[in-house]
């Protein structure tokens, strides 16, 4: 199959794919005799495996190592540890989140004390936003 083939089938874009043959995260495909590249099964898988581990928000350079890890046949230990570091730092990205909806609720809240009336000047909520980056500093 040649590469358009391969994007369509897989939901990845040809340029992607380009890019992954760049760097080795797929082989080098062979070529037909106009010189276009010829996909087989294998690299189908292989497409869906890299769609797949993007989806969950691994880097190229994790999933070339998964990858490695299973061509090699080596132990899952390196991806179960990637595993865990990848769900420490969602740990880590929910908690600041949860920090930054507290602090727009106390700026919400603090701008509902001002008159609905107020004009924009150093005591509305523009101010409150400045003033709040100033006290987490």
């Known amino acids: 199959m040649f590469i358009h083939q391969l994007a369509q089938v897989t939901g990845v874009s040809a340029k992607s794919i380009r890019y992954y043959e760049s760097i080795g995260l797929i082989p080098e495909p062979e070529r037909a005799e106009n010189n276009y590249r010829r996909y087989s099964s294998d690299d189908i898988e292989r497409l869906r495996f890299i769609a797949s581990a993007r989806s969950l928000g691994f880097n190229l350079t994790d999933i070339g190592e ?72």
């Open 66 to 137: 998964f990858l490695a890890a299973r061509d090699e046949g080596r132990p899952c230990k390196r991806v179960l540890d990637t595993f865990d570091q990848r769900i420490a730092d969602l740990d880590r990205h929910i908690a600041d989140l949860l920090d930054l909806r507290d602090t727009l609720k106390r700026i919400r809240k603090a701008g509902e004390a001002l008159p609905p009336d107020k004009k924009c000047d150093d005591q509305c909520i523009c101010s409150l936003t400045t003033i709040t980056q100033k006290e987490k500093n």
